[in-house]
């Protein structure tokens, strides 16, 4: 239909008001599994250090004489570690007018940038301590650098051909980047290897942290022909489930929960790795934890940063395992 000569449209009007939601959406989530899955401690320098030690094998043939004397074996020293702490922080300036001007959502841009900078600072350090990083004390011009998970793990590694463990070095007090090997699909073997390494190890392996593609091929264990199958009984009234995703794995050395994380699938980098994970072998080492710092005023304009200082610590690296090297974003990548 035309529409009639002279009719007043939106296009012609100037008076008509804008239609702001009064919100701001944020897609990006806010959590970080790893930091909230293990313990965290004060630490009161900038290189915390502690000690690990094993218990010998069993010896079946423990049996002496009667009268026999007593003879003593060598005492071995325990293991010294260390990692270095790390300082990450985020800054942001606002000036006074858009401070004090009336805006959409949040009235306050600095309690709005405070949220969202806190969460981001959170992710970087999720991220930063499942990197494959080797350690790094620093200098006056150079970043101290805390060695990340991949870095300790040398006893219970399931490994792609070609790549190398990495490990603290007790030369140099340093833990070394592991080496990457060739990309392959997880496979339930894989898994069933790294808990019963973790176990044999001493290790109470409880979680499998991945990223959430690697969480998808876990999924689909359930169609191998050693996996007892799940069923859901479905009354007449309602509809039947399709059950197309696991959440536990009960091994035969305890009950496993599948944690997907999505700070994994940020890059093929942490993707590529599937860690077995006993909470208590491992712990986030607070030297300062996340504060706020006002700088001093250089402008019409308030400077914030967020600021913290922590590292790793890995107990007794044993206790973990790693299914490395997996193709951790898509089926080849």
Same mark, same amino acid.
């Given at each position: 239909?035309?529409?009639? =000569?002279?009719?007043? &449209?939106?296009?012609?009007?100037?008076?008509?008001?804008?239609?702001?939601?009064?919100?701001?959406?944020?897609?990006?989530?806010?959590? =970080? /599994?790893?930091?909230?899955?293990?313990?965290?401690?004060?630490?009161?320098?900038?290189?915390?250090?502690?000690?690990?030690?094993?218990?010998?094998?069993?010896?079946?043939?423990?049996?002496?004489?009667?009268?026999?004397?007593?003879?003593?074996?060598?005492?071995?020293?325990?293991?010294?570690?260390?990692?270095?702490?790390?300082?990450?922080?985020?800054?942001?300036?606002?000036?006074?007018?858009?401070?004090?001007?009336?805006?959409?959502? /949040?009235?306050?841009?600095?309690?709005?940038?405070?949220?969202?900078?806190?969460?981001?600072?959170?992710?970087?350090?999720?991220?930063?301590?499942?990197?494959?990083?080797?350690?790094?004390?620093?200098?006056?011009?150079?970043? /101290? &650098?805390?060695?990340?998970? /991949?870095? $300790?793990?040398?006893?219970?590694?399931?490994?792609?051909?070609?790549?190398?463990?990495?490990? $603290?070095?007790?030369?140099?007090?340093?833990?070394?980047?592991?080496?990457?090997?060739?990309?392959?699909?997880?496979?339930?073997?894989?898994?069933?290897?790294?808990?019963?390494?973790?176990?044999?190890?001493?290790?109470?392996?409880?979680?499998?942290?991945?990223?959430?593609?690697?969480?998808?091929? $876990?999924?689909?264990?359930?169609?191998?022909?050693?996996?007892?199958?799940?069923?859901?009984?479905?009354?007449?009234?309602?509809?039947?489930?399709?059950?197309?995703?696991?959440?536990?794995? &009960?091994?035969?050395?305890? =009950?496993?929960?599948?944690?997907?994380?999505?700070?994994?699938?940020?890059?093929?980098?942490?993707?590529?790795?599937?860690?077995?994970?006993?909470?208590?072998?491992?712990? &986030?080492?607070?030297?300062?934890?996340?504060?706020?710092?006002?700088?001093?005023?250089?402008?019409?304009?308030?400077?914030?940063?967020?600021?913290?200082?922590?590292?790793?610590?890995?107990?007794?690296?044993?206790?973990?395992?790693?299914?490395?090297?997996?193709?951790?974003?898509?089926?080849?990548?």
């Amino acid at each position: 239909m035309a529409i009639a =000569t002279n009719t007043y &449209l939106t296009f012609n009007s100037k008076r008509n008001r804008e239609e702001f939601a009064n919100a701001i959406y944020m897609i990006t989530p806010e959590d =970080t /599994p790893f930091v909230s899955m293990i313990g965290r401690e004060s630490v009161e320098s900038t290189h915390p250090e502690w000690q690990t030690d094993t218990l010998v094998a069993p010896n079946v043939n423990n049996a002496v004489p009667q009268g026999d004397e007593f003879t003593y074996g060598a005492i071995t020293a325990t293991t010294r570690l260390g990692n270095y702490t790390q300082i990450s922080r985020k800054e942001y300036i606002i000036s006074r007018t858009q401070e004090k001007t009336l805006k959409a959502g /949040p009235q306050s841009e600095l309690g709005r940038q405070r949220r969202k900078k806190g969460t981001e600072l959170r992710k970087d350090m999720e991220a930063i301590l499942l990197s494959n990083q080797a350690s790094l004390p620093g200098n006056s011009t150079t970043a /101290p &650098l805390l060695g990340g998970l /991949p870095s $300790f793990i040398t006893t219970n590694v399931n490994r792609g051909a070609t790549g190398a463990n990495g490990g $603290f070095n007790q030369g140099t007090g340093l833990t070394v980047a592991a080496t990457n090997g060739t990309q392959r699909a997880f496979s339930k073997a894989i898994l069933d290897s790294i808990i019963i390494s973790a176990f044999t190890s001493g290790g109470t392996p409880r979680a499998l942290m991945v990223s959430p593609y690697v969480k998808t091929v $876990f999924s689909t264990f359930m169609s191998d022909p050693s996996v007892a199958p799940q069923r859901m009984t479905t009354s007449n009234s309602k509809q039947a489930t399709i059950v197309g995703a696991a959440d536990t794995y &009960l091994s035969d050395f305890g =009950t496993i929960d599948v944690v997907p994380n999505r700070v994994m699938g940020a890059s093929a980098a942490l993707a590529r790795n599937a860690y077995m994970i006993d909470p208590e072998m491992v712990s &986030l080492g607070v030297f300062d934890d996340i504060k706020e710092v006002t700088p001093a005023v250089t402008g019409d304009a308030t400077k914030k940063v967020l600021i913290t200082e922590y590292t790793l610590k890995v107990a007794n690296e044993a206790g973990i395992s790693v299914a490395a090297d997996l193709f951790g974003l898509t089926s080849t990548t």
